[in-house]
C-alpha cells in the first residue's frame, strides 16, 4: 500500500515554465514531508522540506504548498530550467520531529524541461 | 566534501550466489539506512540503524538478508541467495541525529546497482 501517492509520472515544461508535482499521504501522523531531487546514476539528494505547522515554504526556486486539512502537498519549481530536468520524489516521516526516520516516498516525476 | 561511499557501484552475479555491499557514512553521522529502488516498488526501506544499533528492519526479507554495522564507519547489506528479483539500485544515506531538528539532513550515496542473474 503506497503511503505517499505522487502525481504525476511525468512532466514536460519549457523553460520558463512552472512546474507543479503534487502529494498526497493520508497518514495523520506524518510530521516531516521532504522532497527529493535525483539525476541518473545518483542518488536522491534533499532539495526542500516543510513541517505541518506552516502553510508554505520557499527556497529560491522552489516553493512547497502544504495544506493539512487536505492531506495534500505540493512541489513549485518557478523559472524552470533545463538543468531541473530530474526525477523529483516526495515523502513523509513520522519519527517525532527527526528528519531522520524513515522515509516514505512517492513513486517520483520525471520532469524534463525543454529550452 | 563529506559524501556517502558505496562499494561496489556496479554488481553482476548468477543466482545463488552471495552478495555484500558496503557503505561509509559521512564520518560522525549516527543514522544509516539503506533503501531499495526499483521501477516497481520505487524506494523502499529495508533496515536502518542509529549509533549502530538497528531500529527498523521489517522491510528487509530476513530469510535471505542481514543488514550490520561492524562499526561507525562501516554498513553492510549482505544477500544470500541472491535471486533475479534482487535485481535493483541498493542506496545507502545517513545523517546525524541532533537538536535542533533543522539542522538534520539526510545523505544518500550514489548506489550499487545489482543484477542478478
Known amino acids: 500500500q503506497q503511503q505517499v501517492k505522487q502525481s504525476p509520472q511525468s512532466l514536460i515544461v519549457q523553460k520558463g515554465g512552472i512546474s507543479i508535482i503534487n502529494c498526497a499521504y493520508e497518514?495523520?501522523?506524518?510530521?516531516?514531508f521532504p522532497w527529493y531531487q535525483q539525476f541518473p546514476g545518483k542518488g536522491p539528494a534533499l532539495l526542500i522540506a516543510i513541517r505541518p505547522d506552516v502553510s508554505e515554504k520557499k527556497e529560491g526556486r522552489f516553493t512547497i504548498s502544504f495544506n493539512k486539512s487536505a492531506k495534500q502537498f505540493s512541489l513549485h519549481i518557478m523559472d524552470s530550467q533545463p538543468g531541473d530536468s530530474a526525477t523529483y520524489f516526495c515523502a513523509a516521516s513520522k519519527d517525532r520531529g527527526s528528519t531522520l526516520g524513515r522515509l516514505y516516498f512517492g513513486r517520483g516525476t520525471q520532469l524534463t524541461v525543454w529550452p | 566534501d563529506a559524501r556517502v561511499t558505496q562499494t561496489p557501484r556496479h554488481k553482476v552475479t548468477e543466482m545463488g550466489q552471495e552478495v555484500t555491499m558496503r557503505c561509509q557514512p559521512i564520518l560522525g553521522h549516527n543514522t544509516v539506512f539503506w533503501y531499495r529502488q526499483t521501477m516497481m516498488q520505487g524506494l523502499e526501506l529495508l533496515a536502518y540503524?542509529?549509533?549502530?544499533?538497528?531500529?527498523?528492519d521489517s522491510g528487509m526479507p530476513k530469510d535471505r538478508f542481514s543488514a550490520e554495522m561492524p562499526d561507525a564507519t562501516l554498513a553492510t547489506l549482505k544477500i544470500q541467495p541472491s535471486e533475479p528479483r534482487d535485481s535493483a539500485v541498493y542506496f545507502c544515506?545517513?545523517?546525524?541525529?541532533?537538536?535542533?531538528?533543522?539542522?538534520?539532513?539526510?545523505?544518500f550515496g550514489s548506489g550499487t546497482q545489482l543484477s542478478v542473474l
Open positions: 544515506a545517513s545523517g546525524y541525529q541532533s537538536l535542533p531538528r533543522s539542522n538534520e539532513k539526510l545523505f
Open positions: 497518514n495523520t501522523a506524518f510530521d516531516y
Open positions: 540503524f542509529r549509533n549502530r544499533a538497528p531500529l527498523d
